[in-house]
């Protein structure tokens, strides 16, 4: 394999590899901001029963409503698990693909002549 061609798939699989972690990391912030928007609530519920609501009803209204965004939130984050394990895989396949080019690289640097790749 020439340098440049070399030079080049290690560009592409440096980019590649950028794409994945930069996925992942979108998947990581949003399984981030469902945790703390369940967090949120679940504060929220603390306050109102600490402030002692006179209308018993409508707390239990209030509780459950609370109850139901967070189940819906779980929901939510579960399905993302499923994402981010595969995110996950392809960030770790990109990062291989990315460090056996390098290792190419530097081998047929100290040799000063062509490898074969096997």
């Known amino acids: 394999m ?9 560009m592409l699989a440096q980019l590649r590899q950028e ?3 930069a996925r992942l990391a979108k ?6 901001d469902l945790r703390e928007q369940q967090r ?3 504060a929220g519920l603390g306050a109102q029963e600490g402030a002692g609501l006179s209308d018993p009803a409508t707390l239990g209204k209030y ?3 609370v109850q139901g965004q967070c189940a819906a939130l ?11 394990a595969q ?5 770790a396949k990109a990062f291989g693909r990315n460090e056996a ?9 100290t040799k000063g002549r062509r490898q074969p790749l096997s």
């Open 101 to 109: 080019l390098e290792k190419l690289a530097a081998r047929q640097a």
């Open 40 to 42: 949120a609530l679940r």
């Open 19 to 21: 794409i994945e972690l």
């Open 63 to 65: 509780l459950d409503w």
């Open 74 to 84: 779980a929901r939510q984050e579960a399905a993302l698990a499923p994402e981010i």
């Open 2 to 10: 020439t340098g440049k061609k070399l030079a080049n798939l290690q």
């Open 87 to 91: 995110q996950r895989a392809a960030a």
């Open 27 to 32: 998947l990581a912030q949003q399984q981030t």
